[in-house]
């Protein structure tokens, strides 16, 4: 007896993830916090829970004792294809993992069946297609020549050929975001701190392609992982400075999944090494702020994937003239900006009502700056801040705000247009 194939494989799904997906109890707690969920209306597609369950089902159906004894159960097209716009349909952002009565990692888990579903022909979604081309043909998602890559530096910034510290500049931030890059590597001159750059020979990280299952198209994301990890090392490099949460957790977590081995040398992101510089007392503000109050919003991948909180708060308390304020949804319960996971690309409205949400969560305790530590978060809550309307509210990078603080004058560089 001829028996067609199963609708579902088990591709790219640890035994551990498949025990998960039996493991959900069903309780709906993550459904109550995540944040895409919330923003969409409540589509019920969207909830965590919902989409383990329906995966449960298309195993059942694929692998269970029915299908062991008369062949698999065929699961319509349709509901596949709605399946694949429900679970991109979520920034990863890790707050139902963090809420989950089972422990199941939802974050692998959700890539885990982006990958699936792209290796069947199913995803991804949006412009998120467009990554795999861009990031193979120049090494970042915008379409730059690498040679833009320093673009932004100025006479004035030192940037040696080999140093022990080598600041990993990001593509958001050197492409786009500048002002982010130019910030950083003035602070690192002012505090008298040795560093070098990749320069053009950099590549994207790949976070963009990790996150929405298509790390293995065409072997981009090891190839890429690899060059970046040699020419770290052939700099000299023992520590990696990131001022870009995205980059910082691809870096410290994907890498040495994509390479198979541990990274040699010390992955940082820059609010840390700004902590400890504190702590040792080589940090001296200049320029006090006028009284503002500040809030601070946890980016995911810095905060509830990799557990950094406290140095960015701290890096904020200690600059002088700025109160510091905690919204109400802060660290592991933080809700996200809502540009993760590839959804600002993806699914830019629904980023954009989380966005909103976030920003709301901000303004209810009157800050006049909401700063964040990661150029994404930054940009999609810009976008949430222009779409309610709060003009007044500035919206600003940890390491931008320190730049000031120490007396560095940033006017001479702009952001390029997005």
Not at 134 to 162: C, F
Not at 186 to 212: K, W, Y
Not at 316 to 331: A, C, H, Q, T, Y
Request: hydrophobic share 35%; with cysteine; charged share 30%.
């Amino acid at each position: 007896m001829v028996r067609d194939n199963p609708s579902i494989t088990t591709e790219n799904l640890t035994a551990v993830q498949l025990m998960e997906i039996d493991s959900c109890t069903r309780c709906g707690e993550c459904v109550e916090w995540c944040p895409t969920y919330d923003a969409s209306g409540k589509d019920p597609g969207l909830a965590p829970r919902d989409k383990i369950l329906r995966w449960q089902e298309y195993m059942k159906k694929s692998y269970g004792l029915r299908a062991r004894l008369f062949g698999p159960k065929q699961v319509p097209e349709e509901e596949i294809d709605q399946f694949k716009e429900d679970v991109y349909g979520c920034t990863t952002c890790a707050m139902c993992a963090t809420v989950c009565e089972s422990g199941i990692n939802t974050v692998e888990l959700w890539e885990a069946m982006r990958a699936n579903l792209v290796k069947r022909g199913n995803g991804p979604v949006g412009k998120q297609p467009m990554f795999v081309k861009l990031i193979g043909e120049y090494g970042n998602p915008y379409m730059a020549d690498p040679k833009e890559r320093l673009s932004w530096v100025p006479d004035d910034v030192k940037i040696e050929d080999k140093a022990d510290i080598l600041y990993f500049g990001g593509c958001t931030a050197e492409l786009r975001q500048k002002k982010l890059a130019f910030a950083t590597a003035r602070v690192l001159n002012h505090l008298d701190i040795p560093f070098t750059m990749l320069g053009e020979d950099e590549q994207c990280c790949n976070s963009a392609l990790v996150r929405t299952g298509q790390y293995e198209i065409e072997d981009i994301s090891r190839k890429s992982a690899r060059k970046n990890v040699d020419g770290i090392k052939a700099k000299g490099a023992t520590k990696v400075l990131f001022a870009c949460a995205g980059c910082y957790r691809t870096a410290l977590v994907d890498w040495p999944r994509l390479l198979g081995e541990e990274l040699p040398f010390e992955v940082i992101h820059i609010t840390e090494y700004l902590d400890k510089l504190i702590d040792e007392g080589k940090i001296n503000w200049k320029q006090p702020f006028d009284n503002q109050t500040v809030t601070y919003h946890d980016p995911c991948h810095l905060g509830r994937h990799v557990g950094v909180f406290e140095p960015p708060r701290k890096v904020l308390r200690s600059i002088p003239g700025l109160n510091f304020v905690e919204m109400d949804r802060i660290k592991d319960n933080q809700r996200c900006c809502g540009a993760g996971g590839g959804v600002k690309a993806g699914i830019p409205d629904l980023a954009l009502g989380v966005a909103e949400t976030r920003v709301e969560d901000a303004l209810a305790k009157n800050p006049d700056i909401l700063s964040s530590a990661c150029p994404f978060c930054k940009r999609n809550l810009s976008d949430g801040r222009d779409s309610v309307k709060a003009e007044d509210l500035e919206v600003e990078d940890v390491i931008v705000l320190t730049a000031e603080a120490l007396g560095i004058d940033l006017s001479d560089c702009e952001d390029q247009a997005r």
